[in-house]
């Protein structure tokens, strides 16, 4: 079964954003056989001026990715762990249900 994937939207000069993602790290399990890893992209969003005009104010901002499935934005400023927790738990639901 695939593992869950999130991408960051963030800011280099971002405290906030250094927060987010240590407290999303602090949910992986302790390698990638585990049933809670996933994999995390960091995005500095200053990089691409279509997502500037995004997240601009948002930073940071997570984001759940699921297979084919579109992108669902999961929290912003801060990390909403139950959000976080909920995308894990229905992933693999919404995956089959595409198939």
Not at 39 to 66: F, K, N, S
């Amino acid at each position: 079964m695939p593992k869950p994937h999130f991408i960051l939207y963030g800011r280099s000069y971002c405290h906030l954003c250094d927060d987010m993602l240590q407290a999303l790290l602090a949910l992986r399990g302790p390698d990638e056989h585990s049933v809670d890893w996933f994999t995390v992209d960091v995005i500095d969003v200053d990089g691409d001026t279509e997502l500037v005009a995004r997240y601009d104010e948002l930073v940071p901002v997570l984001v759940g990715c699921a297979d084919d499935q579109p992108q669902l934005q999961l929290c912003h400023y801060f990390l909403d762990v139950e959000q976080v927790r909920g995308f894990w738990r229905v992933k693999p639901i919404v995956a089959a249900q595409a198939r």
